[in-house]
């Protein structure tokens, strides 16, 4: 358990860290956060973390003014006290108090939580691993490129996953895959490296939008168009994205093998690449 947490506007003992019964957050998911990872002591794709969340708050009209400095200097501190070396640092921002109504008041304070978890990721080397997975109906909302709270039908589709030995789950609408549960989806065919386009089905990665940058270097075709379960079936190699999990290939889905339940090459090159990129910036 860390030791502190960041509640408004001070650092508190984690076990104290509390908020009212009537924030927005609690009562209708009215707030979004972020998930940022710490690899030693770095904060990784930091600026696009911040860019993502200015977004989130502009749709929702939450207002929230991000001082990077400010919170740079609250997520170094928690780092330090909490010893996250490597880990996530969680930050959520909620409308803030008011008597329950849906409607909400104009000039609403907003609620602050940040704090961290110490995690050990799954990076390219000798405990490199591949993952199963299952697929389940997107039951989501029509607005997932704000990342909001707002996440009943992911941690339905998650626990499905986790009742089936299976570390996530990759949302279908209409044949389609859209993403995972917190991470998003891509598939090799050949040279073609194919993802969801981020558009409001999807959230856009910031790991996605990192590898992006990665992909310019290498020969493969990126390819940003929505792809069917078929496709999915199909792929020379599939693997996820996300801050929690980097580059993680997957091996399985719905029990059937892809690339024979081995970790792809190409899969093992971009996530090598990737992590290279977040070491040395
Ligand atoms: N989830 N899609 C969804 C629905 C997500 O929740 C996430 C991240 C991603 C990947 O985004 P990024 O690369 O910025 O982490 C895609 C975080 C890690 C979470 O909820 O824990």
């Known amino acids: 358990m860390p030791n502190f947490a960041f509640i408004n506007n001070k650092f508190i003992?984690?076990?104290?860290?509390?908020i009212h019964i009537e924030d927005r957050g609690l009562q209708f998911a009215d707030s979004v956060y972020e998930v940022i990872a710490v690899l030693d002591n770095n904060l990784i794709d930091l600026d696009f973390h911040l860019k993502r969340l200015k977004y989130s708050l502009r749709e929702l009209e939450i207002k929230f003014t991000i001082n990077k400095k400010n919170l740079n200097n609250i997520f170094l501190n928690l780092i330090k006290k909490n010893?996250?070396?490597?880990?996530i640092i969680y930050l959520q921002i909620t409308r803030g108090i008011q008597f329950r109504e849906h409607k909400y008041q104009k000039n609403l304070i907003p609620t602050l939580i940040v704090y961290t978890r110490n995690k050990s990721f799954n990076l390219p080397g000798k405990k490199f691993v591949g993952v199963n997975t299952i697929t389940y109906q997107d039951l989501?909302?029509?607005?997932?490129?704000?990342?909001?709270v707002n996440l009943l039908p992911n941690i339905i589709a998650a626990n499905m996953a986790k009742k089936k030995n299976a570390y996530e789950a990759i949302l279908i609408q209409n044949g389609k895959v859209t993403e995972g549960t917190s991470s998003n989806i891509w598939i090799i065919k050949r040279n073609n490296l194919i993802t969801h386009p981020a558009n409001s089905d999807?959230?856009?990665?910031v790991t996605r939008t990192s590898l992006l940058k990665i992909i310019k270097k290498t020969k493969l075709k990126l390819i940003e168009k929505?792809?069917?379960?078929?496709?999915?079936?199909n792929a020379d190699e599939v693997?996820?994205?996300?801050?929690?999990s980097f580059i993680t290939p997957i091996l399985k889905i719905d029990n059937k093998k892809i690339n024979n339940g081995?970790?792809?090459?190409?899969?093992?090159?971009?996530?090598?690449m990737y992590t290279e990129a977040c070491i040395n910036g």
């Open 13 to 18: 003992n984690f076990k104290s860290a509390k």
């Open 239 to 244: 693997f996820l994205t996300s801050s929690g």
């Open 140 to 148: 989501r909302w029509k607005r997932r490129d704000i990342k909001t």
């Open 226 to 233: 929505q792809f069917t379960h078929k496709q999915l079936f």
């Open 202 to 205: 999807i959230l856009k990665g």
């Open 262 to 272: 081995k970790i792809g090459n190409i899969t093992l090159k971009l996530a090598e």
């Open 83 to 87: 010893k996250t070396r490597n880990g």
